[in-house]
């Protein structure tokens, strides 16, 4: 809690920053909408001005919450112009991308645990595949899919949250797999217990702070993959789209409010991860 | 079927000798190292190829290796260009521009306790964002040019930067501080020889963390506006034709770029925290 007060301050230092930047970025426009009707600006005039034009090059923080509240408050769920919407869409795609990519990450970093050939053969490459940009393999996969005759734009945006979001499963849970030590492991041989009886009561209970560490990691990867599956696509719903079309359509203050509302939601989905690893670790006696 | 046999035999024996060296007293000596994914990896092109033959998948779907390989062997020229628009003036002018500057402010608000306190959370947090989001906002601002690649490349780099340089300035101990102290170090000496040193395993740990943000942030703004080359446009435009083997050329450029870029970061991290325990194996 004493983090509290600084966090408070930096916040609003941004805010500041924020504030002055729309001044400065939006001035030009101001000052020349008064060239053209022949007017003087004073400074007042001016900050008035910058901190309310509909098309601001910047807007200012107060329009996007304005915009963020007209659009999820004012407006009805089912409509297209709403926020909770397209969030909504974006949202089931990354829990389905994260259900896939944390399957995909455990399975991959129980096999690599158990088998050397796995370790050696392919953490490299699963490595490698992190490097590669997913952006780079995103219009290709909704390409294949719709040539597959998937139309449904769910599926290939799981699959880039997937992507992004095994990886901290897979090294996490190598870690964590690995983390009871050698002596506890020869505790359980001599109790004669079979390789799944110690996966279950050993190696899997051990794992769990660094499982819920990764699965944060986890979630915000695919909520970041799910935006990048819906932004050069051409998707018409989601978070990713609403950026999308505000770029190419409507007024920029579009974008902002459909960022912080992707912030908004990234921050509360870690959250809830860490929520579930308190309450796990608790009844587990992990907790210190 | 000619072909499925083959690429299944070749896969079979280049398990085989996998599991051999796995399991042989080699396995801990560089070439065993480097050996194993590669046969991996070549079975699974294999692999590909033998089932996109034999299924006669249109290379619409899924061209086979050979095919990009060779789509790749002509239009190297093209790809040049690409790389060089996105990769070397987009990517890692922004990636040393956003390094600089976001280990320039962890210097700057190192003195004031307050301020780190506020700033690890939000910076964590923002880290986690997706802010590939802005990327049209800024192509708006500053142009189609590479500069505002460059410029989405900084904001994306910048927080994880950021966070793991303020979290490794604070790493040395305070018996360590307190002999510098005795040694009368002043504060920038102190920072010069134990602090950075000690926190370079985290100021890596962004480095690296920067490398793929950097590809991907310089890649994802060209689909928003760029000039006619650059490795964003051309996967952009090729998929839109469905020439899938160029993607896939524009794709093994890109994993080529990122991993390199990945490995020379590894490579200088190896060579200045030669003293860490996660470098002495």
Known sequence: ?288 | MIWMLAALAFWAIATGVNICLAGSNHRHKRWARILVPALFGLSVLGLWEGIVRVLEISPILLPPPTLIASKFAATTDLLWKDFVQTALKGALSGYFIGCAAAFATAIAVDRSDFLQRGLLPIGNMVAALPIVGIAPILVKWYGFGWESKSAVVVVMVFFPMLVNTVQGLREADAIQRDLMRTYAAGYWKSLIKLRLPAAMPFIFNGLKIGTTLALIGAIVAEYFGSPIYGMGFRIQSEAGRLAMDMVWAEIAVAALAGSAFYGTVAMIEKMVTFWHPSQRS
């Open chain 1, 1 to 288: 809690m004493r983090s509290v007060l600084p966090v408070f301050t930096v916040m609003a230092v941004i805010i500041a920053i924020w504030y002055a930047a729309a001044v400065s970025m939006n001035s030009g426009w101001a000052y020349d909408q008064a060239e053209r009707a022949g007017k003087e600006l004073s400074f007042p005039e001016l900050i008035s001005n910058t901190m309310s034009q509909d098309r601001a090059r910047l807007p200012a923080p107060h329009q996007v919450a304005v915009e963020i509240w007209k659009t999820t408050v004012e407006k009805k769920v089912t409509s297209k112009r709403s926020l909770i919407f397209h969030g909504w869409i974006t949202l089931n795609a990354t829990l389905w991308g994260f259900a896939l990519g944390g399957v995909i990450g455990l399975s991959l970093a129980i096999a690599i645990v158990y088998s050397r050939v796995m370790e050696m053969g392919v953490m490299p490459w699963a490595v490698i595949s992190q490097t590669i940009p997913i952006v780079a393999i995103a219009p290709m996969i909704i390409v294949m899919m719709s040539l597959m005759g998937i139309e449904e734009r769910l599926v290939p945006k799981a699959i880039i949250a997937a992507y992004l979001c095994f990886f901290p499963v897979l090294v996490g849970m190598i870690k964590g797999l690995r983390s009871p030590d050698q002596m506890q492991l020869d505790l359980l041989r001599t109790y004669h217990a079979s390789p799944t009886q110690s996966f279950w009561k050993l190696r899997f209970p051990s794992s769990m702070p660094y499982l819920f560490t990764s699965l944060k990691i986890g979630i915000a990867a695919a909520l970041v993959g799910t935006i990048v599956g819906e932004l050069p696509t051409g998707a018409l719903r989601g978070l990713g789209a609403r950026i999308l079309v505000g770029d190419q359509f409507g007024p920029p203050i579009r974008i902002w409010s459909a960022l912080i509302v992707a912030a908004l939601l990234a921050g509360a989905l870690v959250t809830i991860v860490g929520v579930l690893q308190k309450i796990t670790l608790k009844r587990m006696g992990m907790l210190r």
